[in-house]
């Protein structure tokens, strides 16, 4: 499946993590968390990273990488959540497209993986085996479609915050994104192994797998 658009919301503040920094530009194994999802994004044509929160430093290091980027500014960051961070980013896309958040690492194999099971003109939710400390956890039914959302435990699955948009458009008045995909399920899902980085736990979790991944 080729991919035309992605949409990183990057413009928290991250404060469970307690860096005064975005999360985005926190150093994982040898680089910061956002040239990870950069790499691995580097096949889609049209990137777009929501900044905020120090978005300058986010601004300055991106373009270190790769210049022809889109940034959108969310002005509100600090009273917003990453739904309006998203809405900010694709109301003007007439296209599918990727949402990554910028608080992700996960690795060429498993983004392929999961471009693998993108079905034309589906929609498609990246699910992993529970570890986060404050999960979203997925339902999945017989077809291994996601057909509900829980903050309590209802299978050993959580929501990943990697997912394939095809016709669904993200309302400004949205609280989180999984939220916003309640609407439109059931959704099908897929397993992959990736990474999320809310609190220094973590980070510290988060950290130990990549240096494995990077000593090898």
Not at 120 to 128: A, D, M, R, Y
Not at 135 to 157: A, D, M, T
Request: aromatic share 12%; net charge negative.
């Amino acid at each position: 499946m080729k991919i035309k658009n992605a949409v990183i919301c990057a413009a928290g503040i991250g404060s469970r993590l307690g860096l005064d920094m975005p999360k985005c530009l926190v150093k994982i194994g040898n680089h910061k968390l956002i040239y990870y999802l950069l790499k691995v994004l580097e096949d889609v044509p049209n990137i777009r990273i929501v900044v905020g929160f120090k978005e300058e430093e986010v601004i300055e290091y991106v373009r270190s990488i790769r210049n022809d980027v889109i940034f959108v500014r969310n002005p509100d960051y600090r009273t917003t959540t990453n739904s309006y961070s998203l809405y900010l980013g694709s109301y003007d896309l007439s296209e599918p497209f990727i949402n990554i958040d910028g608080d992700m690492y996960i690795d060429k194999k498993n983004y392929n993986l999961f471009l693998n099971q993108i079905i034309q003109g589906e929609n498609l939710i990246g699910i992993t085996k529970a570890y986060t400390e404050e999960p979203v956890f997925v339902q999945l039914n017989k077809e291994g479609k996601v057909i509900k959302f829980s903050r309590e435990k209802i299978s050993e699955y959580e929501w990943t915050g990697i997912a394939y948009f095809n016709k669904i458009r993200i309302s400004k008045e949205g609280h989180y994104v999984y939220q916003e995909l309640e609407k439109f399920l059931p959704i099908q899902a897929c397993e992959i192994e990736c990474y999320e980085i809310d609190t220094p736990q973590d980070l510290d979790y988060v950290s130990n797998k990549i240096d494995l991944h990077e000593n090898q």
